[in-house]
Every structure is written in structure tokens, then in C-alpha cells.
């Protein structure tokens, strides 16, 4: 493909593709401000959390698609940029450009399984803590020192004095109160008995209040098994793999070729490769450096976009300390053939113009 076709084809899919990029930045801006009005519970109680997530299940619903729409529009503009980069350098990979489609589509079904997933586990959990039957501290008393091998966890809640007991069955039911003198060994009088069990100190997580009719182990339970949370984990990986190659990879060529300049691009790949360890803010970058990278294509930006883009033609960055003639590969050097010349001996005159010194004679040895 000639220069001139790579450039009416890049003009003729500039506007869809930077529609795209600032349209996936948009929908994600407006995906964050539907979770935040919803405001969800962000304390340490599992419990309330769920609760939280009950209470407002369509708004997190409803975020995760408009967060997913975001996603599925992002191979485009990066679909866009592969495709330049790659008709001006044939050695970029056409096979990886799978990873533009690979990364944004699992992200999205996985944003979309997740808000289906955690809903599902609020929904059980209202609904095992509804069965509950809260018992006394005597009854509890009965079977611990009767028949220990029913329950499988104890947790005790010192803020409310209370106890949430898992059986073995799976079934819950809540202790109300427990004597305060027993708070100090209660722990140990249940590792006598071989009974698993946890301390909770803080007060949001009390089974059976008003606020929290069911404890965090309840509520872990409930998480544990909801199966569609589970599925949006096994895609929680691939998913930002696909992303953190695609932001390394498509870059890289781009930048090689002169489409994005060295600090846009390496911006890029550093973003991308910030996934692995802080997901939720590099995520909210790379999704701010697409929007800009569609006033790029749109050349919207300050200065418009780099020379590549109108060559047709892949024109490198200079590096560190290079100028246009090196670059160039030694243009203004002095094109001539040499011969050489003995010592001491000196070119004609008429050769090097006036005010040369005449050629002397040397003086022969006996």
C-alpha cells in the first residue's frame, strides 16, 4: 500500500475512531459518577456491604453496562492506531493485534458478571439472614459443651457482646448477648473444644442489629458462593492482561514510527504496565490518555498531530543528541573522490586558489 493510500484511509476513519476514544471516556466518567451516587457502603463490614449492594443493585447494574459499552468501544481507536503503525513498519506483529480485541471485551463482560455476581450475593445473604434464629447464650452454652462437632466457626463480636455460630450443616443463627465476664474466655474454652473461631471488634459488623440483621460470616459465606463472583474473578486476570499488553505493545509501535511522540506514547506504556499493581487509578488513566489520544487523531491536540500522520510513511523521533543531518545519514557531507599525497609534498596552486604556497622540491639522498 502506497503513502497516499495510507493516508486516505486514515482520513476516511479518523473521525469514527476518535469519536470512539473520547466517547469510551465519557461513558467511564459517567459509569463512575452512577456508582458514586448510589453511595454504597465502603466500611470494613462485609455485612453492611452486602446490605449496601442490596439497597442499590440496580444502580451498580446499570453502571457496569455503561461501563462495559466504555469498554467495547476501546478497540477502535487503538484498532485505528495498530493499523497505522503497522502500514508504516512492517516488522510490527499483525498477530497481537488479537490483544486490541482481547483485553477491552473480557474487561467488560467481567465489569457486567461481577455487578450480576454481587448482587446475587446480597440477595442471599438478606435472605439467609432472614432465616436466622437468634438463640441465647445458654442454648449455645448446651451445644458447645453437648455436641461440639455440630459447629464448624464461632465469631465473636466483643463491640455488641454477640456471637454468630456456623454450623456444620451450613446453616447460621445468632447468639444476642453473651455475659461479659465470659468475653475473656470465651476464645480458649472454644479451642478446648476444637471449635474454630474469630474475634470481630468492630461494631458494624454485629449480627442481628437493625443495621446489620446478619454478621460477616454470614456475608463471607454468601460471597464464597455465589458462583457468578467466582466466574468474574476467573476473568479478572485475562482481562487485565489482554489491557496491559495492548497499552505496552500498540504504543511502542506507534511512537517507533513517529504517530505518537516519545512522551505520549511512553506515558501510554507506563500506564498500561501500572494495571498489575494498582488497577482502579491506572484504569481511570489509561481510559483519560484514550480520550486524548481521539483529539489526537481528530488533531484537536496543541501543535496538531505528529508529521507521520500526514507523510504516509514512518518518520522516527530523533534520538538523544542526534540532529536532521545525521539523522539523514551524514547529509552535507562532501561528495569527491581523494587521492593521496606524499609528505611534505603540497597541492599546486592553481588548485587551492590564490595565496597557495608554491611546491617545493625535495632534496634526494646520495
Do not use: C
Amino acid at each position: 500500500m502506497g503513502a497516499q493510500q495510507i493516508i486516505e484511509r486514515e482520513r476516511r476513519w479518523a473521525t469514527p475512531a476518535a469519536l470512539a476514544a473520547v466517547l469510551t471516556f465519557a461513558l467511564y466518567v459517567v459509569s463512575f459518577i452512577i456508582d458514586r451516587t448510589a453511595s454504597l457502603y465502603t466500611g470494613a463490614s462485609d455485612a453492611r456491604q452486602l446490605e449496601s449492594l442490596h439497597d442499590h443493585a440496580g444502580s451498580i447494574l446499570v453502571a457496569s453496562v455503561v461501563r462495559a459499552a466504555a469498554f467495547l468501544l476501546l478497540p477502535i481507536p487503538f484498532l485505528y492506531l495498530f493499523r497505522a503503525a503497522e502500514a508504516r513498519n512492517p516488522r510490527v506483529q499483525s498477530t497481537l493485534v488479537a490483544f486490541v480485541f482481547i483485553g477491552p471485551i473480557l474487561f467488560a463482560a467481567q465489569g457486567v458478571v461481577q455487578a450480576v455476581g454481587a448482587g446475587q450475593a446480597a440477595s442471599d445473604f438478606i435472605d439467609l439472614a432472614a432465616k436466622e434464629q437468634p438463640k441465647n447464650y445458654s442454648q449455645f452454652q448446651v451445644l458447645v459443651k453437648g455436641d461440639p462437632s455440630k459447629i464448624e466457626k464461632v465469631t465473636i463480636y466483643t463491640a455488641a457482646n454477640q456471637l454468630e455460630v456456623q454450623l456444620t450443616d451450613g446453616t447460621f443463627y445468632s447468639v444476642d448477648k453473651y455475659p461479659a465476664k465470659a468475653e475473656s474466655t470465651l476464645a480458649s474454652d472454644l479451642d478446648k473444644k476444637n471449635i474454630s473461631n474469630e474475634t470481630d471488634s468492630d461494631t458494624g459488623s454485629s449480627a442481628g442489629t437493625p443495621q446489620s440483621p446478619g454478621g460477616d460470616a454470614l456475608a463471607r459465606h454468601a460471597t464464597d458462593n455465589a458462583s457468578t463472583l467466582q466466574i468474574s474473578q476467573a476473568l479478572l486476570f485475562p482481562a487485565v492482561l489482554g489491557l496491559v499488553v495492548m497499552m505496552i505493545y500498540v504504543p511502542l509501535q506507534a511512537q517507533r514510527v513517529g504517530l505518537l511522540s516519545r512522551f505520549f506514547g511512553s506515558f501510554g506504556m507506563a500506564l498500561g504496565a501500572s494495571m498489575i499493581l494498582i488497577l482502579p487509578v491506572a484504569l481511570l488513566g489509561v481510559l483519560l490518555w484514550v480520550g486524548y489520544l481521539g483529539l489526537l487523531i481528530a488533531g484537536r491536540v496543541p501543535g496538531g498531530r505528529p508529521p507521520a500522520w500526514e507523510a504516509g510513511e514512518a518518520v522516527p523521533w530523533l534520538r538523544p543528541g542526534e540532529d536532521d543531518s545525521s539523522a539523514a545519514g551524514g547529509e552535507g557531507a562532501i561528495d569527491g573522490r581523494a587521492t593521496e599525497v606524499d609528505a611534505g609534498e603540497q597541492p599546486e596552486a592553481g588548485s587551492q586558489g590564490q595565496g597557495a604556497p608554491a611546491k617545493r622540491k625535495r632534496k634526494r639522498r646520495s
